[in-house]
């Protein structure tokens, strides 16, 4: 008789966070970059919905829930069509649809079934509020835009989202805005009607325009006025962010905003640079995960090296024997990790490594083992660095971070490194993977396990390569880009006066 489940259906579901440990890095840079997201991916829509929402308060004002509904998706779907129309914009949502729609060049476009929560049409979208709910309120009710109304009916705030939408408004015009409220009343556009409605495209917010300014005083704050603690930390790392274009004279990737901040001193700036430590710290904690998951990663190719498995007891005695071969397998890991000069350690080579496809998980082993060193090393001899670590990361209870992992090296600082990295691989990762996946498997119904176990063996389901995870930084740019402060070749003219001296 058998103990295991007889699953009636099993979804394979791999899981994006196997050892529990993204969390604590996503929690960092949520708060790095607050009022922008992952799916914020174009800062006019923050003009359009306020517009959006002040409209239906001036044409509608009901108070049903559905035909608020109904207004919001009508604008997407036609605010997608524009888009589509006219061509070159990215991140407008719905534009896939918009295109095939375009596609059958009607003389007349009806979308108000596209604009529907219908399941049995070809919807924009299926969110039931489509972009402005599944990625966009909840950013602008972190920089004041939004908030929520009477009889849940999202609304633009009194004060700045009113504004808001005044200068979206003044910019396209009031021939503009007749044909777009029409439209979207409607649910019915022509080409001929799309043509006219490019002022809305989110690539045309105007130079000197009120709307402009006000998309510059969220992102940087330059007045200064009842700023929040959000507000400052957003200005902060946008900020970052030019100072990386302009040293790069390009217009940066998320990445290279990333190793910029990493390499980097001092900016000269009090609020800088201790941003530009907060954001060290989340680099440090995102690379420690990278390297636990190349070891996870190590160890379910031991567990499919045999087709009954391997105990726990036999992948020690794998881990530790393969490891005998590596340089300093034999020292004491406080010896290792002080040996390792943080300083010249090639990170960028290590995170390249780890990440790429090339190389054998095994060859990657030491790889992981020596970043681990550098990190906890570079952590241990920068005082400032450790302190931010100690207030960002829990280093106790289930939750998983740099933090704990460092805790749990130094208890075992005095043994030998491959005694270490065994016992590291067995308790801190096959046994970290298996309780998160049992969590994931209670609360959420899914079945992300990467290993089974059966009479005590571990069978290799599924294999796994390390993931970084993505802290809100290409959007971020695109919104700099769009308001003008960065292009192809780093920093406008524009944005070295504005920012005057501090560029």
Not at 53 to 64: P, Q
Not at 241 to 265: C, G, I, N, Y
């Amino acid at each position: 008789m058998s103990a295991e489940p007889e699953w009636t259906e099993r979804v394979d579901k791999r899981g994006l966070d196997p050892l529990g440990m993204q969390n604590a890095g996503v929690a960092l840079y949520q708060s790095l970059v607050p009022g922008i997201s992952n799916v914020t991916l174009r800062i006019r829509y923050y003009g359009y919905y306020c517009w959006v929402s002040d409209t239906y308060a001036r044409d509608k004002a009901s108070t049903d829930f559905s035909e608020w509904r109904s207004w919001v998706r009508r604008a997407e779907a036609l605010f997608a069509l524009v888009a589509s129309y006219h061509g070159g914009e990215g991140g407008v949502g719905g534009v896939e649809w918009a295109d095939r729609r375009l596609s059958l060049e009607e003389p007349e476009i009806d979308f108000g079934q596209a604009a529907s929560i219908d399941p049995n049409v070809t919807r924009y979208l299926r969110q039931s509020l489509g972009v402005f709910g599944g990625a966009y309120y909840s950013q602008m009710v972190e920089v004041g835009l939004f908030v929520e109304g009477d009889h849940g009916i999202q609304r633009a705030s009194n004060g700045l989202g009113v504004s808001t939408a005044a200068a979206f408004r003044q910019a396209i015009g009031e021939e503009v805005e007749a044909i777009l409220i029409e439209c979207i009343q409607s649910a019915k556009v022509t080409p001929e009607l799309l043509d006219e409605l490019w002022p809305i495209l989110p690539s045309q917010i105007s130079e000197g325009s009120e709307e402009l300014a006000i998309y510059e005083q969220l992102l940087l704050n330059m007045e200064g006025i009842d700023a929040t603690v959000g507000d400052l930390s957003r200005t902060a790392s946008l900020k970052l962010v030019l100072e990386t274009a302009k040293a790069s004279s390009s217009r940066p990737d998320p990445m290279s905003v990333r190793w910029h901040l990493f390499s980097s001193q001092t900016f000269g700036d009090g609020d800088l640079d201790r941003q530009r430590v907060r954001w060290e710290a989340y680099h440090c904690h995102d690379f420690m995960q990278i390297a636990a998951a190349a070891l996870l990663e190590w160890a379910l190719v031991l567990m499919g090296e045999q087709d009954a498995g391997l105990t726990l007891a036999e992948i020690r005695g794998e881990v530790w024997e393969r490891l005998g071969l590596g340089e300093g397998a034999g020292e004491l890991w406080s010896t290792y990790q002080r040996n390792i000069d943080p300083e010249t350690f090639d990170y960028q080579g290590a995170w390249s490594r780890l990440t790429g496809r090339r190389g054998t998980p095994e060859e990657k082993a030491w790889d992981a083992i020596s970043t681990i060193a550098a990190l906890f090393e570079r952590v241990a001899r920068d005082e400032d660095l450790g302190e931010v670590m100690r207030g960002e990361f829990s280093g106790t209870g289930n939750a998983r971070s740099i933090l704990t992992e460092m805790n749990w090296f130094a208890d075992h600082a005095g043994e030998p490194v491959r005694d270490l990295i065994a016992a590291y691989v067995v308790d801190r990762i096959i046994l970290r993977h298996s309780w998160v996946a049992m969590q994931k498997l209670r609360r959420q119904k899914d079945y992300t396990f990467l290993f089974e176990v059966r009479d005590g063996r571990l069978l290799r389901r599924n294999g796994y390569v390390p993931v970084a995870t993505t802290p809100r930084l290409n959007p971020a740019i695109q919104f700099l880009v769009d308001v003008g402060l960065v292009d192809d070749q780093g920093l406008t003219e524009r944005a070295r006066k504005l920012l005057g001296e501090a560029t």
